[in-house]
């Protein structure tokens, strides 16, 4: 897969087949969108090609929002190679690129700089200064400057429409059943193992202590049902988020718990999958007590495992 920054007019790409967007978490939504690009591409024996930004629009549009975001760079880029992207291009989000009119990005941007044939887009996108431009409005130009427009209707869940925003309210909220049915997998984060205070060993539970990453979505500090990926093997575990208030609140960490085997991580890079909420972070009266309760956690832990195994997602729905 080829990645390139910037506009590049003086290259002739066979038949660029393209859609926009910045495909955080690279969704169901998006995963539709992608299909009908490669698909189309592949048809036409064209290019395949996603148009994103960097940095992310509202880094520059509105500063003061926190936005967290569920996928890395490197994660994004891989996932759009799994789904048979021939090219992204990366265009640098300013102030000035935010300016330009609709007429302007579709004729500057769709037509010169990439060659756009036909591009797929969901039919709620707004594109040109102050998000003037809508869909009628993509369909008319393309239609000037030579670009077939295929609006696409959202992917819908359960009567809601499958969204990163929805899917990061879902994981800031706990809910991480319903965010693996709207991402169609496990949402995960990935670190290096570090040492820790060794707590865990003392009350009979090991840990594998990831820093969290910055940047990125957090559920609540809590325990989690999850899977553990490494060195290609998928272990049973349970999860920890928190400050560790029992012992006197630290450093917020993610400590993993790894079923039924003892393994030394550290300095590994692992991918912690978190499969479902199995209760709050609490201050206990003693070491004793956590103990305790850590074994309630396991078992119900595992009870939810042994779902995730055998449940299936429901079928995918087209807004109509």
Known sequence: ???????????????????????????????????????????????????????????????????????????????????????????????????????????????????????????????????????????????????????????????????????????????LHKAVRFLGRPYGIEGTVIPGAQRGTELGWPTANLRLPEGRVIPPDGVYAAKVRWNRRSLDSVVYIGTRPTFGAGERLLEVSILDERLELYGETIRVDLLGF???????ASAEALTKQIELDVRAARAQLREAAVETVSPLQSQS
Do not use: W
């Open 1 to 175: 897969m080829k990645i390139s920054r910037g506009l590049t007019p003086s290259i002739t790409r066979p038949y660029s087949v393209v859609t926009i967007g910045n495909f955080d978490g690279h969704h169901h939504g998006h995963r539709a969108l992608l299909d009908r690009v490669v698909s189309t591409a592949r048809r036409e024996a064209g290019t395949a090609l996603v148009l994103t930004f960097d940095p992310h629009p509202v880094k520059i549009l509105a500063p003061q929002v926190n936005l967290m975001f569920l996928t890395t760079p490197e994660e994004k880029l891989a996932r759009f190679e799994a789904a048979g992207i021939d090219e992204v291009v990366y265009l640098e989000f300013t102030l000035a690129f935010a300016g330009l009119s609709p007429a302007q990005f579709a004729k500057q941007v769709l037509c010169d700089g990439i060659g756009t044939r036909e591009l797929f887009i969901g039919e709620h996108f707004a594109f040109g200064k102050g998000r003037a431009g809508r869909i009628a409005d993509l369909i008319s130009l393309g239609g000037q400057l030579g670009f077939h427009v295929h609006p696409m209707s959202p992917v819908v869940i359960d009567g809601e429409v499958v969204s990163s925003t929805r899917i990061r309210q879902m994981i800031q909220a706990g809910d």
């Open 278 to 284: 199995v209760r709050e972070d609490r201050l206990f």
